[in-house]
């Protein structure tokens, strides 16, 4: 198989279209397209749908897309290692976070990253989207809770509980009657619900009626600091402010455990960029809890 055809192929695929992986490749698209067209016909596969607007991946493209374009980076990485004569992590890392922890944590963790390997050039996005790694061009992927996908594998590198804390000044209503609560994202309404937690090994519930609803739980926070009402929020946020008496902690909330997970695509030999992350956030997270979290964001 020619492997500068294939090579091109790649360059298309990711790219979406002939005209855009000119554009960032510098290459002439006539070229690109030629050499496409001679892998299809040695393959004797169609590995492109050619719309009037679009470019799209057959089935037997995205496969070959999927088992080589991770096969390339790594042969273009070990073969600008050996012409640099070591073994330094070198190329672009993209890495998709989720919101509350890119915002709590990865401005700081990228910068120390960056400054650790400078040959790396490390891009960030945040979106708490599922996302397609190998259609996207993503390297890594943070995600909490993620769904099990066969195509990824990965591993938990810190863990966090949800716990239910309120503003001091907050009394607990006696009778039944209806504790004001902030939501992150939910709707008002003028029902009351239930919430259900944990209280030194005991279960209680409390019937709550929510009255501010945000976008943030950064936000969230702040609006309980305020007393506008209780809230439900992860132990790593609230931690200093437990410690300092700004707020108190009414109980555990019951429910699954929060895993954050890095995922990267499932495959026999690991990019060297993304084992220097995996590395880094081992040594950041050494213990993977939410007090190492919230000292983290703090220090």
Do not use: C
Request: a neutral charge; aromatic letters at 6%.
């Amino acid at each position: 198989m020619d492997l500068l055809a294939l090579a091109d192929f790649t360059l298309v695929a990711r790219h979406g279209g002939f005209g855009r992986a000119s554009r960032e490749s510098g290459r002439p698209k006539a070229t690109l397209s030629r050499r496409v067209a001679d892998l299809e016909s040695g393959l004797n596969l169609r590995l492109f749908e050619r719309g009037a607007r679009a470019l799209k991946l057959t089935e037997e493209g995205r496969a070959l897309f999927e088992r080589t374009s991770v096969l390339l980076v790594e042969l273009d990485e070990a073969t600008a290692a050996i012409a640099s004569g070591g073994d330094e992590p070198r190329g672009r890392l993209r890495v998709s976070a989720p919101l509350l922890f890119s915002q709590a944590a990865m401005g700081k963790l990228a910068a120390q990253f960056a400054m650790k390997h400078r040959a790396i050039r490390l891009e960030v996005t945040t979106e708490d989207r599922p996302v397609d790694m190998v259609e996207e061009g993503y390297d890594l992927v943070i995600r909490v809770n993620p769904a099990p996908d066969e195509s990824l594998v990965g591993r938990i590198f810190l863990r966090d509980r949800i716990v239910m804390v309120a503003h001091p000044g907050l009394p607990r209503p006696a009778g039944g009657a209806p504790v004001p609560v902030v939501l992150r994202g939910g709707a008002i309404g003028e029902q009351t619900d239930v919430w259900e937690f944990t209280e030194k090994g005991k279960k209680k519930r409390l019937t709550v009626q929510s009255v501010l609803s945000l976008a943030s739980l950064f936000m969230v926070r702040d609006a309980v600091r305020a007393n506008v009402g209780a809230a439900r929020l992860p132990l790593s946020l609230v931690i200093p402010d437990l410690a300092a008496g700004t707020l108190v902690q009414w109980g555990e909330v019951s429910g699954p455990e929060v895993a954050l997970w890095a995922l990267y695509p499932s495959r026999r030999l690991l990019s060297a960029r993304v084992s220097a992350f995996l590395d880094f956030l081992k040594e950041a997270f050494p213990e993977g809890t939410p007090d190492e979290l919230a000292a983290y964001i703090s220090g």
